[in-house]
């Protein structure tokens, strides 16, 4: 036997063990075979003494557990290089037991949930990490996973640990050793970001309805108040006159002015109207055009001073891009016309390294941050979802009492 040990020393540990102890059970040792190759093993082994108390044999029990071994390397390996990719990912993950105890978490997944090593060491459920509205749709997931059922996935309302709480999508399978489920492995994905997007894009959709809405009543009154008026006038004068050509009277001439005056200002009245649905000058001019009517009309309206400063020609910008483009125009300055408290307004237009940039200033209060990112602000949301089928942006700067600057930038089509 005193051949298969890799040194002397190792015999002699194994025998002042066995004098002292008298049997060793599964100790791990290795040991050399016949041709030399070195095996992991597990011996089994207890010292036969003769009536004096001396030891005389042993009987061992030797099994050769290099291929379990092995396995156990390349496992402990795989796992070292999964927790070890883990911490890279910006998504949490975490694996548990079979009770659901939290046996790993990655970086992302301790801050997410505010959770911290010592936590995990003193013990953390599954269940800790799920607000209690989801808990029996998620505990029903979790045994089905520990039945062996197939990966699942799902959305939950996580619970931090200081008891706030944000909405997660879950990707969960089972873990299996030797056909064994012996706990879960899950990656979970903050989605609050998403929900954000969603409810702000469903809060978009009612704001442009709400919008259409507000602007077919206002064409409803102007027609009621204007052109029908207008129209009920001209029907008065026409059956006067008629009345009097029927009598072989002359129609004085200034009520055949007033009538014909009338018209102009209907047929003003209708341009005026069609315009402000879609200037005719965007058809037929371009942007550059329609901007500098719009501007002036804005000006009339508000009292403000407006300056545009058009340094390039839009003939290459394409019907869309005009359409945005100038819708966004007409949004800045209503929002300038009513929050931005501004004596004045600045305008340009140039096209710089292949994109077309519009900028638009006031001198007024100047935009916060808070009011740039607040849920309510869909007018904003409104503008860059004109520019993102182009592949445009919004840049927006706000300064206290200096006013705001907002550039569109949107890339030559």
């Known amino acids: 036997m005193r051949d298969h040990y890799l040194r002397a020393t190792d015999r002699n540990k194994f025998l002042r063990q066995m004098e002292q102890r008298g049997a060793i059970v ?23 003494r003769d009536e004096t108390g001396r030891i005389v044999r042993f009987q061992t029990v030797v099994r050769d557990v290099t ?8 496992l402990r390996a795989s796992e070292a290089k999964f927790k070890e ?37 003193r013990g953390v459920n599954v269940r800790e990490l799920i607000a209690s509205e989801g808990l029996k749709r998620a505990g029903a997931s979790f045994e089905v996973l520990l039945r ?14 200081d008891g706030t709480v944000f909405p997660v999508q879950v990707y969960a399978s089972s873990i299996a050793r030797g056909g064994e489920v012996v706990g879960s492995r899950a990656v979970l994905v903050d989605i609050s970001d998403r929900k954000k997007a969603e409810q702000q894009l469903h809060d978009l959709a009612a704001h442009i309805e709400e919008v259409r809405e507000d602007e077919r009543t206002g064409i409803a009154r102007e027609l009621h108040d204007q052109l029908a008026q207008a ?3 001209m029907k008065l004068d026409l059956a006067g006159m008629k009345g009097l050509a029927e009598r072989g009277k002359a129609i004085p001439p200034e009520k055949l002015a007033g009538t014909m005056g009338l018209i102009d200002e209907t047929a003003d009245d209708v341009r005026r109207i069609s315009s402000e649905l879609r200037p ?18 804005f000006g009339e309206r508000s009292g403000l001073k407006c300056r545009l400063d058009a340094r ?9 891009r005009s359409t945005a483009l100038f819708r966004i125009f007409q949004e800045l300055l209503t929002n300038i016309g009513r929050h931005a408290g501004a004596a004045g307004v600045r305008v340009s237009f140039e096209l710089d390294d292949g994109h077309y940039i519009l900028m638009v200033a006031d001198d007024g209060r100047g935009i916060t941050e808070d009011e740039m990112t607040a849920p309510g602000s869909l007018g904003l949301i409104g503008m860059r979802e004109r520019v993102r089928p182009f592949g445009g942006r919004i840049e927006i700067e706000g300064v206290p009492n200096g006013g705001t600057t907002v550039r569109v930038v949107v890339p030559v089509g």
């Open 312 to 320: 390039t020609d839009d003939s290459d910008l394409g019907r869309s």
């Open 26 to 48: 599964d100790e791990e040792v290795k040991l050399k075979k016949v041709d030399g190759t070195v095996m992991d093993c597990l011996r089994t082994s207890i010292a036969i």
């Open 231 to 233: 129209l009920t006038a």
């Open 85 to 121: 990719l883990s911490e890279l990912l910006p998504q949490a993950i975490c694996e548990t037991d079979i009770d659901g105890n939290i046996t790993f978490a990655n970086r992302k997944a301790l801050e997410h949930w505010g959770y911290g090593g010592e936590d995990l060491e």
């Open 67 to 74: 291929g379990q071994k092995n396995a156990e390397d390349v």
């Open 280 to 297: 005719g000058l965007l058809d037929d001019l371009g942007l550059v055009a329609a901007m500098e009517w719009q501007l002036s009309q």
């Open 148 to 161: 062996g059922g197939s990966g699942s996935s799902g959305e939950f309302l996580a619970l931090r640990k």
